[in-house]
């Protein structure tokens, strides 16, 4: 079974680029969660959906971020203009629902230079 | 408000050792579950195990085992006989009742060596 499919694996760009970060969770699963883990604040939630529909995104750092999910296959997490203090590891997770476990993707490695 | 609290940054062990990692939480809430992940230097974070407050007893898988202990409100987990691929670093994880967002510790780095 395919776990959660995170693109691009690795993104290098340049300060005031636009990033998307593209996820697709586990098929069945109703909640998808981004991640973003740095050596100084560990690992952080920044919004998750329920249903496709955003519950909680008070751990968005600013209105730079943005998340969507159009449908329940897809996602996207945009950084738009990016920052060299956005690089991080931005890991999607998802999990059949309330109290049930979070399966993570790979992750996409993000350096803004 | 939750809390996980992983005290122990960095555990060396020699290879074939027991080593036991360390996880206290915080919660006010009478239901909710308790995780381990383990991320290995490739980066990918792995599940390992969820358990849920109700649910006290012991767990063995392999040479994996965990304790949890309300009383205590710990969550230890112990490997057995360590080998160099348990070299990475692991978090312990706590998800409350009423929520769907997961609080981490700062994990543990264990580093098993030949």
């Known amino acids: 079974d395919a776990g959660v499919i995170q693109s691009p694996r690795h993104e290098v760009t340049e300060m005031g680029q636009e990033v998307t970060l593209r996820c697709k969770p586990i098929s069945g699963h109703n909640s998808l969660f981004w991640y973003r883990q740095t050596m100084m604040r560990g690992l952080e939630l920044l919004i998750y959906f329920n249903n496709n529909v955003p519950i909680d995104d008070s751990g968005m750092p600013e209105d730079r971020f943005s998340a969507k999910m159009p449908n329940a296959s897809f996602s996207t997490l945009k950084i738009q203009p990016s920052e060299p203090r956005d690089s991080a590891v931005y890991f999607c997770a998802s999990s059949l629902g309330q109290g049930m476990s979070e399966y993570f993707g790979p992750g996409t490695r993000l350096l803004v230079l | 408000a939750q809390k996980v609290t992983q005290a122990q940054t960095e555990i060396s062990v020699v290879e074939k050792e027991d080593v036991t990692l360390d996880c206290v939480y915080e919660t006010r809430d009478t239901t909710y579950y308790l995780f381990w992940y383990k991320q290995p230097p490739s980066g990918e974070l792995v599940f390992l195990i969820r358990r849920n407050s109700f649910d006290e007893q012991n767990e063995i898988s392999g040479r994996y085992s965990w304790n949890f202990q309300k009383s205590t409100s710990s969550f230890n987990f112990t490997i057995t006989a360590s080998q160099v691929v348990d070299s990475a670093v692991y978090f312990c994880?706590?998800?409350?009742?009423?929520?769907?967002?997961?609080?981490f510790g700062t994990g543990t780095q264990l580093k098993v060596e030949l």
């Open positions: 994880a706590l998800l409350t009742g009423g929520g769907n967002k997961l609080t």
